[in-house]
Structure formats: C-alpha cells, structure tokens
C-alpha cells in the first residue's frame, strides 16, 4: 500500500529482493508413529496426524506442530481412559509434508499390502483454531456414518461435515489414491494465514482451549470409527 501510493504520486519505486532461499541435498528423515492396537481387528486401521516439518521463518506452530500435537494427544487421551477400539487406532507424524510430501508417500508404501484395510486417514493441518467439523473425501454411505459421529461433538459446536471430492490434506492423499476416505479437521480458519508460513509462526499463537477443542474433535472421530462393528465404505481408487 505504502509502495502504490508512491506510485500514485509519481514518484520512482525501485525495489530491491535479496533472497537466502537455497536448495540443499537431499538427507534421510523419519515419520514418528505410534499406535493402539485395535482388540477385535487389529490388522484394520484409523490413522490420523500432521506434520512434523515446518517452513523455517518461524517455528511451526500453527503449520504444523499444532496439528501434529492434536493427533497425537487424541491418541494419548484414549490409552489414559484405558480405551481399546475394535480397530488400530495409529498416529503418524509425517515428514516432509513442505517440499515433496515424501512421509505420506513413504508411510503409504510401508502399507502397501494393507492400504486396503486403511478404515480412515485424517490429518489436522489448517492451525489449531476453534473447529468447525470435518472435511470429508468419502463415498455417500462412508459420509452418512460420519455425519452421525459428528453430531456427538455438539457441545464443541464441531458438527459439521463439508464433502469435497478429493483428499483434503496432503500426506494423506497417498491413501485417498488407494480407496481410503480421508479427513480433514475443519477449523476457523480466518487468522491462519496471518501466521502461515511467517516468522509470525510461533507457540504464543495456539490458544490452549481451541487446541483443547481440536484434541476432542479428533479423538472422537478416530475412536468411534475404530470402533463401528463395520468399516466406512471405501471410495473408489483413483490410481
């Protein structure tokens, strides 16, 4: 604004852009997973998360510490209730979700033999503000059954599902490509891009109720679809 009313005065505006980015080589990195073991299939599996890497202006934060902490304290709550669905219910911290997106890629090879059995992937990755509900890539039956699970955060106001045709988020989008619905948490997302990807990225941002809030949003999810007696009905693959 302060340049265009430069311009508007006539006066030159000569901009100077000195820029540090640089690639650097490639260099081995890990997802960092852990998981409840489901009592009746352990061999069928909810997975949820974020991701682990940040852009390094600031400390990631909203993008992703926030999210990656979410899933994974969704998953603590459970073992502290000493609860165990039929299902896996594992946590995936994905790395590389910035430049290439290679922990999902990674994480879908690992499970290449048993994407099949992926009940749902989900993954917070848009800040940990207040949530709304949940994005979903998922056939009409699988979104019937999630649309139901969702009525039970009603006192968090989190009960909406917004359908959309494709993966939500991208480290999960490797297993949306093999039939897997996939989710993403909905949050208020009107100040996240006053932080993302800024040096503006940092802890003071996260609200600790808000996070509380998202912590409860996908637990419930992750657990009460671990737990159906039947699966989510898969999508079609798309590879």
């Not at 039929?86 to 997106?101: A, P, S």
């Not at 699988?142 to 139901?148: D, F, G, L, N």
């Amino acid at each position: 604004m302060m340049l265009h009313r430069f311009q508007d005065r006539g006066e030159p505006v000569v901009v100077t852009l000195r820029m540090g980015a640089r690639m650097l080589p490639d260099a081995p990195s890990r997802n960092v997973v852990a998981e409840i073991v489901g009592r009746e299939k352990p061999d069928e599996v909810v997975v949820l998360g974020g991701h682990i890497d940040s852009w390094d202006v600031g400390q990631g934060a909203m993008d992703d510490g926030g999210g990656a902490v979410a899933a994974w304290q969704a998953v603590q709550v459970m073992h502290r209730l000493g609860l165990r669905p039929r299902r896996t219910v594992r946590v995936v911290l994905w790395t590389n979700e910035e430049n290439g997106g290679r922990g999902g890629l990674a994480y879908r090879d690992s499970q290449a033999d048993k994407v099949a059995k992926h009940v749902l992937a989900m993954e917070s990755d848009n800040g940990v503000f207040n949530p709304k509900g949940y994005v979903l890539a998922a056939s009409d039956s699988a979104a019937s059954v999630v649309q139901q699970v969702a009525a039970l955060l009603q006192p968090i106001n989190a009960t909406g599902v917004q359908r959309v045709s494709e993966s939500p988020a991208a480290d999960i989008t490797p297993l949306a490509e093999g039939g897997v619905p996939t989710m993403e948490l909905d949050v208020d997302g009107s100040r996240y891009f006053w932080y993302h990807h800024s040096e503006g990225d940092t802890l003071d941002k996260l609200d600790p109720g808000e996070m509380a809030r998202c912590v409860a949003a996908m637990a419930v999810m992750a657990y009460v679809v671990a737990d159906l007696p039947e699966g989510l009905a898969r999508s079609a693959t798309t590879n």
